[in-house]
């Protein structure tokens, strides 16, 4: 596209708009509805979750002041960049961070705090439905939350007239609609992926548990990439544009989760592809060419946006850790007289990582803030240890904490590994492999396997929910996998990055030791 043509496709709306609620940061992305490839616009907020009474949340208003000032922010850059007003897309699109627990009313309101992904409160129903199911439920599921709020006898249970995720909610409030993008459903109830739709059998079993129950009432209606979410309220346009220039009537896709919206900004929704997404978290998702030979902890089942199986590692931990390391080193430079910004911290700190020994000298680093199911953690302490031999350089800590980022998810992939299940693809995305080089070379030894990277790997989930607003406004009840790799991947460019035989050697000695020093993680745990 020319930047004129960009501009007339802002004036008449030939754009859709994706808004991704993600862990410390909501993001708005503008794409061109004929060549999804071309972001036209970005906009965003910084938020956090807060540690609320022994439970991690994120306020409502805090959601609606965060989506308002996205989208503000994205209508800024429009005018910047393109010199028109942007006044409405002409597809919408929500999706968030999965699972967690959000009851509401026959109202719609909430009935209790968010629960994000992040607690682990919920052992005793994860278990319990891992039992009865037959399928691993995490502790991080909506029903594992939902079963654990039965089991504590919570006074509000009895008002409870829905269930939803975060993505589901903003999208019930802004078309009036209680649905879910089947990949964000299957993080609530296990997916029949033979009717995509909830496991109906084990609908009857979670019903058994309780006289009188009926889970489907409250879960969302399932909706599959392709098929209209509804379409924008003039509430739910003033919620969103409270300048009143935003109208009515914008067809909505069904709101989807973060790791969904991954799978589509990495283009891997087909057997044998798989993506791994970093940010506050970090996941790998696999598509599946056949089911799991066996239920393993380690991994939960989820689909991709059209329904089919996917394995999904997911760690509760990913570049926090990292993250405020940076903003350490980043002050270091600012007290001495060298002030960089952000990007130029992570680049000079990823460049010095490269020149580290290949197993981190000796380093161990946990970026454990909160409980880590896979390692058996049930609260985080994050530590940097080391013996009295090893070497303590620059390069080595970085190199270590890089490491440390994929050390619980190289656990779970390793289950995989022996599951058989194989790879063609591994596709990431996350704004940590903006930074070139580091980052996407040393996953690539964790894994062992070739990683490719998109040029829009920083845009994340928000670009891929845009996408998928796009998909049913120009395609819609398409092959959503044609459709990624003729209309949006074409011509797309993908810098891939073989495993080094030294770095996987080095790293293969760095999780052995991390393994093993999982122990002192448990001490910190019961001691501080």
């Not at 879910?180 to 609908?203: C, E, K, N, Q, V």
């Not at 704004?431 to 994340?460: H, K, N, W, Y």
């Amino acid at each position: 596209m020319t930047p004129d043509s960009d501009a007339q496709a802002i004036i008449t709306g030939r754009t859709a708009l994706g808004i991704e609620l993600g862990s410390t940061r909501i993001k708005a992305c503008l794409v061109a509805a004929d060549d999804p490839a071309v972001v036209l616009a970005v906009g965003a907020h910084e938020w956090e979750n807060e540690l609320v009474d022994g439970t991690w949340t994120y306020a409502m208003e805090d959601v609606w002041h965060g989506l308002r000032a996205a989208y503000a922010d994205l209508a800024a850059d429009a005018r910047r960049r393109h010199g028109v007003a942007f006044v409405a897309p002409g597809a919408l699109g929500v999706s968030a961070m999965m699972h967690g627990y959000l009851a509401l009313d026959a109202d719609g309101e909430p009935l209790v705090p968010f629960r994000t992904w992040r607690n682990t409160s919920t052992g005793a129903a994860a278990a319990e439905l891992s039992g009865l199911f037959g399928v691993n439920i995490p502790l991080r599921w909506s029903i594992a939350h939902y079963r654990q709020a039965v089991l504590d006898a919570e006074p509000h249970v009895s008002a409870v007239r829905r269930l939803t995720t975060l993505a589901g909610h903003v999208h019930a409030r802004l078309t009036g609609e209680h649905v879910l993008g089947i990949g964000d459903a299957s993080g609530m109830f296990p997916i029949d992926p033979a009717t995509r739709d909830y496991d109906a059998a084990l609908l009857e079993r979670f019903d058994a548990l309780t006289p009188g129950g009926d889970i489907r009432s409250l879960l969302p209606e399932v909706r599959v990439a392709g098929q209209p979410g509804g379409t924008l309220t003039a509430q739910g346009a003033a919620l969103l544009d409270p300048t009143g220039a935003l109208p009515a009537g914008i067809v909505c896709c069904p709101p989807e989760g973060d790791a969904g919206t991954g799978m589509v900004a990495t283009g891997a929704v087909a057997p044998r592809t798989g993506n791994v997404s970093a940010g506050t978290s970090i996941f790998a998702m696999v598509v599946l060419e056949r089911p799991l030979a066996a239920a393993h902890e380690e991994l939960d089942v989820v689909t991709t946006p059209v329904g089919d199986p996917v394995a999904m590692v997911h760690c509760n931990n990913g570049a926090s850790e990292l993250a405020a390391w940076a903003g350490v080193f980043g002050r270091f430079a600012a007290a001495s007289g060298t002030a960089l910004s952000p990007d130029a911290v992570f680049d000079t700190l990823f460049a010095e990582a490269l020149d580290g020994e290949s197993d981190a000298g000796g380093l161990l680093a946990y970026n454990h803030l909160a409980g880590e199911p896979i390692a058996g953690l049930a609260e985080g302490r994050p530590l940097v240890v080391r013996t009295p031999g090893s070497e303590l350089t620059l390069a080595n800590l970085m190199r270590a904490q890089l490491y440390g980022v994929f050390g619980t998810l190289s656990l779970g992939m390793r289950v995989l590994e022996a599951e058989g299940v194989a790879i063609d693809a591994m596709y990431a995305h996350g704004g940590m492999f903006r930074t070139a080089g580091a980052a996407q070379r040393f996953l690539a030894a964790a894994i062992d396997a070739p990683v490719a990277v998109a040029a829009t790997a920083g845009e994340g989930g928000a670009w891929g929910i845009a996408v998928l607003a796009a998909f049913v406004r120009e395609a819609p009840g398409g092959d959503l996998a044609a459709y990624l790799r003729d209309a949006v991947f074409g011509g797309a460019a993908f810098g891939v990055v073989e495993p080094d035989a030294g770095d996987v050697a080095g790293y293969a000695r760095y999780l052995e030791r991390y393994r093993a020093g999982l122990a002192i993680e448990s001490a910190a745990v019961a001691a501080l």
